[in-house]
């Protein structure tokens, strides 16, 4: 009963003290008024809780009961009105707070209803049973629903604070705290009572609010939640102070009734004792300003407390991170505490005014850098000035103190103030708060400059990069447009050197195999030379035929049934010619065993084979090119073995991209195209295979590829004239099952 009622006690003060602290420390803010709202529905909440199990059995307890669950609900209501408000980032439409406030109104009358709360009954040991009436069930489904807005609005916040480190960590604090305090309070106030049918467990809902007081306490203490930190400090030290006058007074009073008078007081008349003592010392301060405002009106218009000044800059100080507010409140603060008329405060850097923020009339006159450049001294007061230039100048601007802002480093401005409302001269206590003042805020503006600094920083590093982004898109685009545009002129041109370059090929053909043809040996070799050259002609234009097939998703597998090492054996007859008028020897290596015949596109992978071979006859000055075919570990492979000048190994790399030369390769052969190899393994990739490279410079290099060895079945289409010739071939492979394109 004692532990009950001492709990209810607890979290009823701390409850009511803490929001009224945030009440009255800004009552205008919709945060301020929520959180008050929350306090005085979670104090109701308790206090029911604690009612609903101790009332008179005279129809009492039915009535707590239904507050206790009206009172939950306002506490749900509230908090969600928190979450909204919290932060100061959004604001509700008179339509929006009209429509809540009918939320809010009509769930308490439900929650108050018999169709929440029925009959409650007492139980032989003492406990309370409570009847759920027949729409209960919405009452948890409002619960949650609200709980779940909190958690949106808050988790909304907490992903788009920014920079604002101090918001997030407090948002976080607040999150953790209603969600542990809603959880709990559910599961102890709703959940298990409804399902075992015992409210006992609900008298702990009392110290729930340890989850939602200590989350907030911390957030205040820590990240300056709500700037009532030093609010709290005093009424904490206040408390303490009051707990331990009440403690020495009671034993003060034992002590004397006892050795002075052998009398033993009652103790509850010691508890009169102490009470009376109590409010003698609670009403004490109250009652010494009231008298000392009275006679201040009278005999010191212009008396304050330095100490509340300094602690109410200090908060403005270490609660601003802006410079421009910065500037205002402290400047507000310090013109209303020592009654001056006007002030103004003047940021410099590099030479120059950097920021300039004044209180009071606009100033006549704005002063310029060069008119601060003369003030040398920390202070300067016009009533201790003899006459002269710096009176002259005070004067002339309506200034009674300049006060020079500097920290160790460098200046940062300077702070005017004009003349006191009264007519006063400065006093020495006027000096050495502005003394005091003149270092913290000259740290606190550096502090507030570098903020910014950083927060322009990165705003402008932000438009930068969406910019340069813009930009790159816009080249991307530009360059694709480009690379189009050169695709299709390549494939024009292509196709239109094919026609002459297939005649001149021809002509030059026929002509070397007429035997009658009346030409001298050098004619014949001039010929050959022009034949070659042409034939170089008709590959290269085929290989950016090809290149722009690529692009434009053009470059299609024709696949049919191939008999690879047939084929290598062709191309190597084909070009042993250029290999003997080198005067190297082309060795030709079959595999061991036949090898199964291949799904593959014949003409482009016979192209791949040549174009490795010629490669290597052409960069090879002398010994041997080997063309092997063999069978490992399941793949059909071709290469092609030279002792010719290689590849260095900073360019190997490289070597497949498209239109890349090795440097030697360049010098042995200016003409090339550097499209041979990236076509090559365009081709043996599309097939499901793998290109073969190692090389070494100055000894040789292998170039091959690998397909794997796959069984096929050839379906022979129709053609519209009813020809088989020129048949179309579709392959079904067993590791993809999928069929290759015609």
């Not at 000044?309 to 500037?327: A, G």
């Not at 708060?433 to 503006?445: H, M, N, P, T, Y």
Request: aromatic share 10%; net charge neutral.
């Amino acid at each position: 009963m004692i532990f009950d009622l001492a709990i209810l006690i607890l979290a009823s003060v701390s409850n009511l003290a803490l929001g009224s602290l945030v009440f009255m420390r800004n009552p205008q803010r919709a945060e301020s008024r929520a959180f008050f709202g929350i306090s005085l529905s979670i104090t109701a909440w308790t206090i029911f809780n604690y009612l609903t199990d101790r009332a008179p059995t005279l129809g009492l307890d039915q009535f707590f009961a239904r507050l206790d669950f009206g009172a939950g609900f306002l506490v749900l209501a509230t908090i969600t009105l928190f979450a909204f408000y919290f932060g100061g980032k959004q604001s509700a439409s008179k339509r929006r707070q009209l429509v809540s406030a009918v939320i809010i109104i009509a769930g308490t009358i439900f929650s108050l209803s018999d169709f929440v709360v029925g009959p409650v009954s007492k139980r032989p040991d003492g406990g309370t049973n409570v009847a759920l009436g027949s729409l209960y069930t919405l009452y948890p489904i409002f619960i949650l629903v609200m709980f779940g807005l909190s958690c949106y609005y808050l988790w909304k916040l907490y992903r788009n604070t920014g920079i604002d480190l101090r918001l997030r960590a407090q948002t976080r604090l607040i999150m953790l705290g209603i969600a542990g305090f809603i959880i709990l309070a559910v599961l102890t106030n709703i959940v298990i009572p409804a399902i075992v049918g015992n409210w006992d467990i609900s008298r702990i809902g009392p110290l729930l609010t340890v989850f939602l007081v200590g989350s907030v306490s911390y957030a205040i203490v820590k990240h300056r939640l709500f700037s009532i930190r030093l609010a709290v400090a005093r009424s904490v030290a206040y408390l303490l102070l009051l707990t331990t006058f009440i403690g020495l007074y009671g034993i003060t009073i034992l002590a004397a009734s006892n050795i002075l008078f052998q009398n033993n007081i009652p103790l509850a008349q010691t508890g009169v004792f102490v009470a009376l003592a109590l409010f003698l010392a609670i009403t004490f301060q109250p009652l010494r300003r009231l008298f000392e405002k009275v006679t201040d009106s009278i005999f010191f218009r212009d008396r304050y407390d330095s100490q509340i000044v300094l602690d109410d800059l200090s908060e403005i100080l270490t609660s601003e991170l802006l410079l421009e507010p910065l500037l205002k409140k402290s400047l507000r603060t310090l013109c209303w505490s020592l009654r001056i008329a006007t002030g103004q405060i003047i940021i410099v850097e590099n030479n120059s005014i950097y920021s300039r923020t004044f209180i009071g009339d606009e100033p006549r006159y704005k002063l310029t850098y060069k008119d601060l450049e003369h003030i040398n001294a920390s202070t300067l007061v016009a009533d201790e000035l003899e006459p002269g230039a710096t009176k002259s100048f005070l004067e002339e601007h309506g200034l009674g103190v300049i006060i020079r802002l500097s920290t160790e480093k460098e200046l940062v401005g300077y702070l005017f103030l004009g003349y006191k409302m009264s007519g006063e001269m400065y006093s020495g206590q006027d000096l050495t708060l502005l003394d005091i003042v003149r270092k913290e805020l000259a740290v606190a503006i550096e502090n507030a400059k570098s903020y910014e600094e950083i927060a322009h920083f990165n705003a402008t590093l932000q438009e930068r990069i969406r910019n340069a982004t813009h930009r790159l898109r816009t080249a991307n685009r530009n360059l694709q447009v480009l690379d189009k545009t050169k695709d299709d002129f390549i494939s024009m041109a292509s196709h239109q050197l094919g026609t002459p370059l297939t005649a001149i090929t021809g002509y030059l053909s026929m002509a070397l195999d007429d035997d009658q043809a009346n030409m001298t040996v050098k004619q014949r070799e001039y010929v050959n030379y022009a034949l070659e050259a042409a034939e170089r002609m008709v590959s290269m234009s085929s290989d950016l035929l090809n290149v722009s097939r690529l692009s434009s998703g053009r470059f299609m597998i024709q696949r049919q049934p191939v008999d690879l090492s047939e084929l290598a054996q062709q191309e190597v007859q084909q070009l042993r010619p250029s290999a003997e008028r080198k005067k190297l020897e082309l060795i030709f290596k079959q595999p061991d065993k036949p090898l199964p015949m291949l799904s593959i596109d014949e003409s482009k992978t016979r192209q791949v084979i040549m174009n490795f071979i010629d490669n290597a006859i052409y960069y090879t000055p002398k010994g041997s090119v080997t063309v092997e075919v063999r069978e490992s570990e399941g793949a059909a492979e071709v290469l092609v073995i030279d002792s010719g000048i290689g590849v260095p190994e900073n360019e190997k790399r490289h070597l497949f991209s498209k239109f890349y030369r090795a440097e030697n390769a360049k010098a042995e052969r200016p003409d090339g195209t550097g499209l041979g190899l990236y076509l090559a393994k365009r081709v043996i990739e599309d097939q499901g295979g793998s290109i073969i490279f190692k090389s070494e410079e100055g000894k040789g290099s292998i170039f091959g590829f690998a397909l794997p060895l796959k069984t096929t079945s050839v379906i022979v289409l129709p053609q519209p004239n009813g020809a088989a010739a020129e048949a179309k071939a579709r392959a079904k492979t067993a590791e993809s099952g999928a069929a290759a394109q015609s």
